[in-house]
């Protein structure tokens, strides 16, 4: 069992100028008012319980749980003409939501080589402090197996998640307002399956590991509701809707060689093209990041128990690759780079 009690506060006085280079130097152009880009302060309190107790009978085990959320938002607007803070002007709103919020899991071992387990929970986000925001609401379900035959070790789970309410958030990072709100986005039904596999190349006799691991997720997302938004990333949403920035597939293969001395790790990592917006445009290239396959590598050297030498190259290929188009176009993944360091470790 526990307990938490939390409080935190923001008091945000946010403006903006205009600059320009030129010739190398960088000169102020213009004065923003004060204020105008953010002019309030906000506060949460927010307590949090939990139980927690795990069952077992011979071989199964059971951990039931429940979870308490209680949190209280809000908020005092200024205004962006009020810099002075003057109180006749001022907007105050508030936010309440509470939340029970159960779940169980389970684990069933048939032998040291076979298990299975699962689980069914409740999910929770909460709201904003904008009067009558819901929180963000969740069913999830996850069934899976650990498998181990000789050198092969495995995960094989699949997941559904039931959203009745999806928050979504007016950032700037995401080509929004960047006011912070957040903002119901209906139901979406989020699917898939995971599969991960490691197997160890090298002979048990030698004084010497290769072992190799694959990862793998399938993920389908899919809005279950209409509905709009003047934000970039969903826009006018139809049931049937991709959720942006979720790519479907996603993989990754790192190869290792660790010996007493030397470490060397090699990984390939694929994901696929993803729209940026659920609405129809998604389905135009412009509104679509391109899919990418990365080669990183990096090697550690043990010169002592303690004292070790550290390389990591990005980007082996220098491959030029999109990770976002918003804010305000392209968002670039990490070009060629080295990077090399010292671990001491105490």
């Not at 109180?87 to 919020?101: C, M």
């Not at 290792?256 to 993803?274: G, L, M, P, Q």
Request: with cysteine; net charge negative; glycine share 10%.
């Amino acid at each position: 069992m526990g307990a938490r009690l939390h409080y935190d506060e923001e008091d945000r006085f946010q403006w903006e100028d205009g600059y320009r280079i030129e010739n190398g130097t960088l000169s102020l152009t213009s004065e923003g008012p004060q204020g105008a880009k953010g002019n309030r302060i906000a506060g949460a309190q927010a307590l949090a319980t939990y139980a927690l107790y795990k069952f077992k009978y011979n071989k199964l085990t059971l951990t039931p749980g429940l979870r308490m959320e209680s949190i209280s938002l809000e908020r005092e607007d200024f205004g962006e003409a009020n810099p002075n803070r003057n109180i006749a002007e001022l907007i105050r709103r508030k936010n309440n939501s509470t939340a029970w919020i159960p779940g169980i899991g389970f684990n069933y071992t048939f032998s040291n080589q076979l298990s299975l387990f699962g689980g069914l929970h409740k999910g929770f986000s909460p709201p904003g402090n904008a009067p009558g925001e819901l929180p963000e609401s969740s069913i999830n379900y996850e069934l899976g197996s650990r498998f181990s035959s000789g050198k092969l070790r495995g995960e094989f789970i699949g997941f559904f998640n039931d959203y009745s309410n999806l928050l979504g958030s007016d950032l700037a990072a995401s080509g929004g307002t960047g006011s912070l709100d957040q903002f119901n986005a209906g139901s979406v039904h989020v699917s898939g399956i995971e599969l991960l596999l490691n197997f160890d190349f090298a002979p048990e006799e030698v004084a010497i590991q290769l072992p190799v691991t694959f990862a793998y997720t399938l993920t389908d997302a899919i809005f279950q509701s209409s509905f709009g938004s003047d934000a970039d990333i969903w826009g006018a949403v139809a049931t049937g809707d991709r959720v942006p920035y979720i790519p479907q597939n996603q993989w990754s293969l790192t190869a290792r060689v660790i010996h007493e001395k030397i470490e060397f790790n090699c990984n390939a990592r694929y994901t696929s093209a993803f729209h940026i917006q659920a609405a129809a445009l998604a389905s135009s290239e412009s509104a679509t990041v391109p899919s990418n396959f990365i080669i990183d590598l990096s090697a550690k050297y043990n010169l002592s128990s303690r004292l070790k030498l550290t390389t990591q190259v990005v980007n082996l290929l220098n491959e030029t690759y999109l990770v976002s188009r918003v804010p305000a176009g392209f968002r670039p993944g990490h070009p060629f780079g080295i990077y090399s360091g010292v671990q001491f470790d105490l």
